[in-house]
């Protein structure tokens, strides 16, 4: 294995399985995120709209040197599945189909929606594993009634073999799309594989809803992303799984609004050497996500996974000067009159040469359901890929994606959105045979110069 790729001694591009055949993307939590993606690529597939923000769609990729001009679309170079053979479900505490549901987020206008009513209309969601123990925002019936917890996740494993023959799917991929759960510490119970199926039996109350979902998925040796905050698959547990059942993994909580923002300035600011002595950020939220996370064990769960990226791209301990005072505060406020279109501030406070401050103001009017849909469809398409070239385990090459990227024990996350990228593109060229991009370009560039 070569970084969670079956390294057989040729180009991983010679043993990609192609992309033959219906994909199907299952969601747990068919709320504003996945309604906003299913719409989207409906009326794409329909020429209504263009996916923008997604970079299998949209982005393109510099192929060999500079002078080559050798500048594909992503989705020409790697073989990812047609948005045409992609077919949605999911499952969610409350039985709207996707059109009510997507109605009832008003993140998307009515006539887009009408556009594509009978596409949306067809998808109801599945009962859901649920337990207002984790969630106690939410109160829906739509839910399994299975005894225990070894039957929920042998009840979801069934609602997959079910989907997947339904709809002729060649291939499942699943991304969680649901609330943000209670907070939760890895404790004995997530240690090993054998100790989380023994929870299971036992109804250990570690084992979150979105635990036997990511359980049910990796057994059947079916990717798994989590796009919420919620601890999940970054238990060894599931880790473990996936390497038996040689599955891709990825998570946590979608890189969108503010983290977004952050991720692409605070690692300018350090580029050039500045201070920054505190990052006040706080987020006015009105939709159902806004609700849950208005509990405070809900909040806990994505504060921690907020807090985190800033220490990661500045490393304090490596520039106490610079960094080691810094203050970060984050807060998030359920205001019901914005709905989906969340509106953050941040005030930044920074120091240039000799110590003289300075301070920056970004006031990001979002709209967070629009940031996070073509997300979800990159990492679907993304994982899918990654499953047909034989990658399997924490699939750090996706951390571009994610606010609190997953990454290998006793790895530190890579934050830098730069760096992200660099990586992402990179792992690209090596699956296709294609050179590494180092930037240094010392090869060819002298060359250039005299030839002038
Ligand atoms: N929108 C963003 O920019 C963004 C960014 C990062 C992470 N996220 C995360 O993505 C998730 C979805 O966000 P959203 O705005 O769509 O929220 P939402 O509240 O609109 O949708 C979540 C849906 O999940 C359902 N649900 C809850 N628990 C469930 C369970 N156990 N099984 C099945 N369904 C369940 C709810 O009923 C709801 O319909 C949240 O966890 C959110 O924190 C969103």
């Known amino acids: 294995m070569l970084g969670g790729m079956a390294d057989q001694g040729e180009p991983i591009r ?17 709320g504003a995120v996945a309604t906003t993606l299913i719409a989207g690529v409906e009326a794409v597939k329909k020429d209504l709209a263009r996916p923008i923000g997604s970079l299998t769609q949209m982005g393109s990729i510099r192929l060999g040197k500079r002078t080559e001009n050798r500048v594909p679309r992503i989705r020409d170079f790697v073989p990812l599945a047609s948005l045409d053979d992609i077919v949605f479900g999911g499952w969610d505490v409350y039985a709207d189909n996707v059109y ?8 998307l206008d009515q006539p887009l929606l009408d556009a594509v009513k009978p596409e949306l209309e067809a998808i109801r969601p599945m009962t859901a594993v649920f337990d207002r123990t984790y969630v106690s925002n939410l109160d829906g019936s739509n839910v399994k009634q299975a005894a225990g917890k070894a039957a929920l996740a042998d009840a979801v494993a069934e609602d997959i073999r079910r989907f997947r023959s339904d709809n ?21 119970v997530h240690a090993t594989l054998a100790a989380f199926e023994q929870g299971l039996r036992d109804d250990d109350p570690a084992i979150s809803p ?15 992303i989590n796009g919420a905050p919620n601890l999940t698959c970054d238990i060894p547990a599931l880790i473990e799984l996936a390497r038996e059942t040689s599955t891709p993994i990825g998570g946590k909580d979608f890189k969108t609004g503010q983290t977004l923002m952050k991720t692409i300035l605070a690692p300018g600011l350090q580029a050039r050497a500045l201070g920054i002595k505190g ?8 939709n159902r996500d806004g609700f849950v996370l208005d509990h405070p064990d809900n909040f806990r769960t994505k ?30 406020n359920y205001y019901p009159p914005h709905g989906d279109n969340k509106e953050s501030w941040d005030n930044i406070d920074i120091f240039g040469w000799l110590g003289y401050p300075m301070q920056i103001k970004i006031n990001f009017l979002c709209r967070d359901s629009i940031l996070a849909a073509p997300v979800v469809l990159d990492l679907a398409l993304f994982v899918d890929l990654a499953k047909r070239a034989g990658m399997t385990g ?6 571009f994606y994610f606010k609190s990227p997953q990454t290998a024990p006793g790895l530190r996350p890579e934050h830098d959105i730069f760096k992200q990228l660099v990586k992402l593109q990179n792992t690209l060229r090596h699956m296709m045979g294609e050179d590494l991009i180092t930037h240094l370009g010392l090869d060819y560039y002298q060359d250039l110069v005299e030839a002038l």
């Open 279 to 286: 990052w006040f950020s706080s987020n006015i939220l009105g």
């Open 100 to 107: 009510e549901a997507a109605c009832n987020a008003r993140v």
């Open 394 to 399: 924490i699939q750090e090459w996706l951390s």
């Open 210 to 224: 979105s635990m036997i979902y990511a359980y049910a998925a990796i057994r059947m040796g079916i990717p798994f």
């Open 14 to 30: 010679s043993y990609i399985q192609p992309a033959d055949g219906r994909l199907g993307i299952l969601m747990p939590g068919l």
């Open 168 to 188: 002729d799917c060649a291939r499942i991929v699943v991304v969680w799309c649901a609330s943000t759960e209670k907070y939760i510490e890895r404790s004995a």
């Open 303 to 332: 504060e921690v996974s907020k807090l985190s990226v800033l220490k990661d791209i500045l490393h304090p301990e490596q520039n106490p000067e610079l960094y080691g005072d810094l203050c970060h505060k984050v807060s998030i």
